[in-house]
């Protein structure tokens, strides 16, 4: 069975920085192309970051130059640091794992309030 557990989430003042883990288990880490979503109440989930079984990354422009996405085969952990975060970016964020199949976590709450 295939498990994604976020972890990392919280709140944090306009500017602060967190740092979210996905731990996988239930299948080959390595092979997966992993990726990072948020969704605020409203709103439809949207991408945050991607990075490929190869560790090629790709970023939402909005984010692009803040986050920070980068994974761990041997941990079978993917890690998302958020750097100067903002208050529209509270939301939900949820780890996406993607082969032939698609999975994805519970989701960690990200709340950005002074």
């Known amino acids: 069975q295939v498990q994604l557990v976020e972890s990392g989430g919280g709140l944090v003042q306009p500017g602060g920085s967190l740092r979210l883990s996905c731990a996988a288990s239930?299948?080959?880490?390595?092979?997966?192309?992993m990726g990072w979503y948020r969704q605020a109440p409203g709103n439809e989930r949207e991408l945050v970051a991607v990075?490929?079984?190869?560790?090629?990354?790709n970023y939402a422009d909005s984010v692009k130059g803040r986050f920070t996405i980068s994974r761990d085969n041997a941990q079978n952990t993917m890690y998302l640091q958020m750097n100067s975060l903002k208050p529209e970016e509270a939301a939900v964020y949820y780890c996406?794992?993607?082969?032939?199949?698609?999975?994805w976590g519970q989701g960690t709450q990200v709340t950005v309030s002074s």
């Open positions: 996406h794992a993607c082969r032939a199949r698609d999975y």
């Open positions: 239930g299948l080959i880490f390595s092979i997966h192309a």
């Open positions: 990075i490929t079984s190869g560790g090629r990354t």
